[in-house]
C-alpha cells in the first residue's frame, strides 16, 4: 500500500476502488502523467469521470496535478497550480498542456 489510505475506518463510506486509484497516482513519477482514462484502465475498474470524481473528493493526498486530461490539459479550476507544478516536475510541456507522448508513464514501477 502507498500509504494514502483514506481511513476505511472512518464515519466516511469510502467505495473499494478508491485507494487503488489513490495508489497508482501515488506512483505517478515525477515529469510523467496518466490521464484519467489511463488510471482508470491501469485500476481495472470504472473509467475516467470515475477516477475524476475520485480525485475531486479524496486526490489531495497524491500527487493529483499528475492526472491530466486525455488531451494533456490539467483539470478544470486548477489549471495554474497544477501547470506550476508540473514545470517543477520537469513534465514537458507545449504551452497549457503536457505533451502526452513525452509525458505518459507506462505505469511500470519505476
Known sequence: ???VSVGRG?????????DGVLEIVDRIPMGKVLSYGDVA??????????????????????????????????????EQEALKRLRSDGAPLRADRVDMRAARWDGRRS
Not at 472512518?10 to 478508491?18: G, K
Not at 469521470?49 to 493529483?64: E, K, S
Open 41 to 78: 484502465e491501469l485500476a481495472g475498474h470504472g473509467g475516467a469521470r470515475l477516477v475524476g470524481r475520485v480525485m475531486a473528493i479524496w486526490g489531495g493526498a497524491v500527487p493529483w496535478w499528475r492526472v491530466v486530461r486525455a488531451d494533456g490539459r490539467p483539470a478544470t479550476g486548477h
Open 1 to 3: 500500500m502507498c500509504g
Open 10 to 18: 472512518s464515519s466516511e463510506d469510502v467505495p473499494p476502488y478508491v
